[in-house]
T-cell receptor
Framework: GDSVTQMEGPVTLSEEAFLTINCTYT??????LFWYVQYPGEGLQLLLK?????DKGSNKGFEATYRKETTSFHLEKGSVQVSDSAVYFC???????????FGSGTKLNVKP | EAQVTQNPRYLITVTGKKLTVTCSQN?????MSWYRQDPGLGLRQIYY???????DKGDVPEGYKVSRKEKRNFPLILESPSPNQTSLYFC????????????FGPGTRLTVL
């Protein structure tokens, strides 16, 4: 069945460091891929998305490219800030859009 | 303001006492869904609804019921809660386009003793 695997955390970085959070997926057809972010005590909110192969989603300095050949959607940011500290979830919805599948989440801690 | 609301935000109950968690959205979304979030497991989908009177099981539906009598409301019902249903629950809504953003509620922290 469809599934999402993302790297375990927590990830601890210093401010202005480069961030990569790995995400790989298993799905039939062409799913849509998403990164959601959860700040402490809040619900999830969409960070970025990509709907077809080679699409790049971007928002607030974060980027992720839909790589069908490697079934990956890694999240990157060139220079993290303390305010980026949160839990990040990779997710997919299959081509026929009925269910959503989330990864286990990666907690990011950014130190000043 | 576009939002998804859930009530209650916190609930402590005992095994076997029926409870309902309400969810409402004001964005005229067709799609609504319930998730539970547990440490190390991420979010798992419980039930979803593509439109009024149309509901379907997600990955972990056992022990839960839902109904969709109106477009804006999607309550989650636990007929006989058990301790393994202690979790953080999120309701979400989206349009029916597969690229649409899901909007999440603030969460309901449920403890079953």
């Amino acid at each position: 069945g469809d599934s999402v695997t993302q790297m375990e955390g927590p990830v601890t970085l210093s401010e202005e460091a480069f961030l990569t959070i790995n995400c790989t997926y298993t799905a039939t057809g062409y799913p849509s891929l998403f990164w959601y972010v959860q700040y402490p005590g809040e619900g999830l909110q969409l960070l970025l998305k990509a709907t077809k192969a080679d699409d790049k989603g971007s928002n607030k300095g974060f980027e992720a490219t839909y790589r069908k050949e490697t079934t990956s959607f890694h999240l990157e940011k060139g220079s993290v800030q303390v305010s980026d500290s949160a839990v990040y979830f990779c997710a997919l919805t299959p081509y026929n859009f009925n269910k959503f599948y989330f990864g286990s989440g990666t907690k990011l801690n950014v130190k000043p | 303001e576009a939002q998804v609301t859930q009530n209650p935000r916190y609930l402590i109950t005992v095994t076997g006492k029926k409870l309902t968690v309400t969810c409402s959205q004001n964005m005229n979304h067709e799609y609504m869904s319930w998730y539970r979030q547990d440490p190390g497991l991420g979010l798992r989908q419980i039930y979803y609804s593509m439109n009024v009177e149309v509901t379907d099981k997600g990955d972990v539906p056992e022990g839960y019921k839902v109904s969709r009598k109106e477009k804006r409301n999607f309550p989650l019902i636990l007929e006989s809660p058990s301790p393994n249903q202690t979790s953080l629950y999120f309701c979400a809504s989206a349009g029916t386009d597969r690229t649409d953003t899901q909007y999440f509620g603030p969460g309901t922290r449920l403890t079953v003793l």
